[in-house]
């Protein structure tokens, strides 16, 4: 079933094009961030993480790019795919086990 | 088991009766997290367990809400009186050690329904 609703943010792209979802984090000192993908009726899988003292960070298709001057997060997909559609969330973890998740965002995906 | 899995997947219950979830984490992984998810918003932390430490319950909403774990098995996230506002999927999610720094392993979650 559904397992979140139409008041995310929402970005549609074509398919075959790069995606960019864009996350602010809120505590300056956060030092390890993830993305997760969430698809419908399911729990959030992993993507890729990147600690503070990195700043870009590459996976298969995804990157994850981080500017802790302004407290920012970034991850690109490239070449977009249908199996892409899902909410995606960033993560930051203040240090030591509690994970903050973000709002998430919806990603569309256009065939 | 191969991930970790929770259990009803579903679960619609009237307002005023008490429920419980069940969470199988993975094999081996000494700390679980409990999460809640409203529609249409980011997960919400509840609970934390590691090994046989005394678990962090700060996320927990009220004491309506209560969680067990059995040594480094099972958990059962219960929930008294549910009212309309527990609505949601509850998500339980495992980690290697819960340590700093760890990525999570999510269950599917339980859909929470109230009448």
């Known amino acids: 079933g559904e397992s979140v609703g139409l008041h995310l943010p929402t970005l549609s792209v074509q398919e075959g094009d790069n995606s960019i979802i864009n996350c602010a984090y809120s505590?300056?000192?956060?030092?390890?961030f993830i993305w997760y993908k969430q698809e419908s009726g399911k729990g959030p899988q992993f993507i890729i993480d990147?600690?503070?003292?990195?700043d870009k960070r590459q996976g298969q298709r995804v990157t994850v790019l981080l500017n802790k001057t302004v407290k920012h997060l970034s991850l690109q997909i490239a070449a977009t795919q249908p199996g892409d559609s899902a909410v995606y969330f960033c993560?930051?973890?203040?240090?030591?086990?509690?994970?903050?998740f973000g709002a998430g965002t919806r990603l569309f995906v256009k065939a | 088991g191969a991930g970790v899995s929770q259990s009803p997947s579903n679960k619609v219950t009237e307002k005023g009766k008490d429920v419980e979830l069940r969470c199988d984490p993975i094999s081996g992984h000494t700390a679980l997290y409990w999460y809640r998810q409203r529609l249409g918003q980011g997960l919400e932390f509840l609970i934390y367990f590691q090994g046989n430490s005394a678990p962090d319950k700060s996320g927990l909403p009220s004491d309506r809400f209560s969680a067990e774990r059995t040594g480094e098995s099972v958990s059962t996230l219960t929930i008294q009186r549910t009212q309309q506002e527990d609505s949601a999927v509850y998500l339980c999610a495992s980690s290697s050690q819960g340590g700093r720094g760890e990525k999570l392993f999510f269950g599917s979650g339980t859909q929470l329904s109230v009448l």
């Open positions: 990147i600690r503070s003292n990195m």
């Open positions: 505590n300056s000192a956060s030092d390890y």
């Open positions: 993560a930051e973890n203040t240090g030591g086990f509690k994970t903050i």
